[in-house]
Nanobody, 116 residues
Framework: QVQLVESGGGLVQGGGSLRLSCAAS????????MSWFRQAPEKQRELLAS???????NYAHSVKGRFTISRDNAKNTLYLQMNSLKPEDTAVYYC??????????WGQGTQVTVSS
């Protein structure tokens, strides 16, 4: 099972940017889908963006146009570029990797806090 480690979270002012990284413990070339989720206090975990092994992407309406998901197979890393951040983006951000029938792995999360 692949291990995922997120990094890049922190405190940022509203309107600012952050880039999250999700480092995998093995090659991500064969991973079917990699995704970013977030969970704010007392809210359900929310799917933000997904990218397939063929680099096809999908975004939640709440982040479309502000967030960009990408993957670097050579570095075994998934990214989330977040621009125009808002206080309501404050949450713990998680990455997920799915290989159907093999594994469905989550990282431990990284905190993002956006001040107003």
């Amino acid at each position: 099972q692949v291990q995922l480690v997120e990094s890049g979270g922190g405190l940022v002012q509203g309107g600012g940017s952050l880039r999250l990284s999700c480092a995998a413990s093995e090659s991500i070339f064969s991973i079917t889908t990699m995704s970013w989720f977030r969970q704010a206090p007392e809210k359900q975990r929310e799917l933000l963006a997904s990218i397939t092994r063929y680099s096809s992407t999908n975004y939640a309406h709440s982040v479309k146009g502000r967030f960009t998901i990408s993957r670097d197979n050579a570095k075994n890393t998934l990214y989330l570029q977040m621009n125009s951040l808002k206080p309501e983006d404050t949450a713990v951000y998680y990455c997920r990797a799915i290989r159907p029938g093999v594994y469905d792995s989550w990282g431990q999360g990284t905190q993002v806090t956006v001040s107003s």
